[in-house]
């Protein structure tokens, strides 16, 4: 195999270097396109507030994305991987309790962390889903019915309680996304401004401990 040369060695840093740059414009941009159409709505939301909220000329968003339409599936398309990322922990190998535990406190921190993200998703689903209909009856379907097989061996086994896998799914969505889309009544039931940190360890620790023992553990 011919060595690389010293040209095209700096040739490749700089390729990985502007992809780094790239990738982290991109998250940038996509944490304030997510504040912007969560507080505004698709419809409300200009490329001009994104570029405002990101700190960045309008020109720049467009280079990355070239309309208000290509960034909001972005957003979603985003927000979806990264719910569906931490399903990897229930498989057949897994222990059960300890799975499903990890997959509820990792819906809970990202509920917390990036509350918008979980507003534009819901705002997307209450007016029909005609952006993400079709990754939500693909990609989404495809995995949580496999999750749900696995889940649904488990009770076959005796190895938890047994509970309907697939709408197992939907009530910790249920359960840890209220913390984010309706965190305004939360916070007036509770009385405070915003959810503190004690607030969320707090609702972190019973929803686990309230769906842990729903599913027999």
């Not at 040209?7 to 941009?29: C, P, S, V, Y």
């Not at 990264?82 to 499903?100: F, G, N, Q, S, Y």
């Not at 005796?158 to 799914?169: E, I, K, N, S, T």
Request: charged letters at 20%.
């Amino acid at each position: 195999m011919t060595p690389l040369s010293s040209q095209q060695l700096t040739t490749a840093a700089d390729d990985a270097t502007k992809g780094q740059i790239r990738q982290a414009n991109e998250a940038h941009i996509l944490a304030a396109a997510e504040r912007v159409f969560a507080g505004a709505g698709f419809g409300g939301a200009t490329m001009a507030a994104i570029a405002e909220q990101a700190g960045l000329p309008k020109a720049n968003l467009h280079y990355y994305f070239g309309s208000k339409q290509d960034l909001y599936r972005a957003v979603l398309a985003q927000t979806l991987q990264d719910w569906l990322e931490p399903t990897h922990v229930i498989h057949a190998a897994a222990d059960p309790k300890t799975a499903i535990e990890a997959y509820i406190r990792a819906k809970m921190a990202l509920a917390i962390a990036r509350p918008d993200a979980s507003r534009v998703f819901a705002n997307e689903l209450l007016h029909g889903a005609p952006v993400v209909k079709t990754l939500l009856a693909t990609d989404l379907r495809e995995l949580m019915l496999a999750k749900a097989e696995v889940i649904a061996e488990w009770v076959r086994t005796g190895r938890m309680a047994p509970v309907d896998p697939v709408h197992l799914f939907f009530t910790i969505w249920a359960a840890t996304q209220t913390y984010a889309d309706f965190e305004v009544q939360v916070c007036a039931v509770l009385g405070h401004a915003e959810l503190t940190p004690d607030d969320q360890t707090q609702a972190t620790e019973h929803v686990v401990s309230l769906l842990l023992r729903g599913c027999g553990f």
